[in-house]
């Protein structure tokens, strides 16, 4: 092979380890693809994250350990943040978009992809140190940016249905109450889908009284899988007191469910305080 140019290596390690996020590499896998040494890969790494730094890309960060070595987490400055849900936040604080119920449509907003990815990447901040082994969503809107924290993680996406499917083989059935109207509510999870003594972080679109979630820790509960947190795209502002406790949203609503022309949205109380520190 050729000698490889610092260049061709540097594009060769932005374009691994952005498309691996959370994941560890270590030196002598790099050093393996380009016959180099380790000191040469260490510069090489050296520059590519005083570059992500410099540029709001991401971090990289060296892991100590026998299985330590090198991992991208993507992730998006407190300024940067703020800037983004409040832009979202004026776009949302639409009166048509209120819909009975105390309910928000987020359909168009959740099918962009460049938004639910900034949505998943700031939900993935809160929670590398968590560590969780998976992401729980139920088979609604919240799949999107489920999906894109799952992947800043580097972990995969588990989906509770409301009825389960024949070719997913047995599964566990729990009963649930809406948080919203109170109603009994059915949720299924194959028994393969987690092992017990995992972690999950659970992610969703909206949380009003947070029956659904509440729901989700119980599943998880079943499956002997520790919940490190749960997070949602809108929480409303009303009831104060839901089903779950020390959930992150990153909007929160107020509306007067008798006059549309009140809804507001506004970066969670959270997300300011990090512009602060």
């Not at 590499?25 to 040494?37: D, I, K, P």
């Not at 892991?63 to 949302?92: H, K």
């Not at 649930?176 to 299924?188: A, E, F, Q, R």
Request: hydrophobic content about 40%; some cysteine; proline content about 4%.
């Amino acid at each position: 092979m050729d000698k490889i140019k610092r260049n061709e290596r540097m594009a060769a390690l932005t374009k691994w380890l952005t498309e691996s996020p959370n994941r560890i590499f270590t030196l002598s896998h790099f050093c393996e693809q380009f016959g180099s040494a380790k000191s040469t890969l260490s510069e090489d790494i050296d520059i590519l994250r005083r570059t992500f730094e410099t540029f709001g890309l991401g971090k990289l960060e060296t892991v100590t350990g026998a299985a330590g070595g090198v991992r991208y987490r993507p992730s998006i400055s407190p300024e940067d943040t703020v800037a983004f849900l409040s832009g979202l936040a004026g776009e949302l604080s639409t009166p048509s978009r209120f819909l009975p119920g105390g309910f928000l449509y987020l359909g168009d907003i959740l099918s962009m992809h460049d938004i639910v990815t900034k949505m998943g990447t700031i939900i993935a901040e809160q929670f590398y140190d968590a560590e969780p082994d998976f992401v729980l969503t139920m088979e609604t809107k919240g799949i999107p940016v489920a999906l894109m924290a799952s992947h800043a993680l580097g972990v995969p996406l588990v989906i509770a249905r409301h009825s389960s499917k024949v070719y997913e083989g047995s599964a566990v059935h729990i009963n649930y109450v809406s948080g919203t109207d109170k109603h009994i509510d059915t949720m299924s999870l194959s028994r393969r889908a987690v092992k017990p003594g995992q972690k999950a972080l659970i992610v969703d679109d909206f949380v009003k009284a947070g029956g659904t979630a509440k729901g989700m820790c119980d599943l998880m509960t079943e499956f002997e899988v520790e919940v490190v947190g749960t997070a949602f795209v809108v929480a409303t502002e009303n009831p104060v007191k839901k089903c779950i406790s020390g959930e992150k949203a990153l909007l929160t609503m107020n509306v007067d469910a008798d006059d549309p022309g009140t809804l507001s949205l506004r970066p969670s109380d959270w997300v300011m305080e990090m512009v602060d520190k």
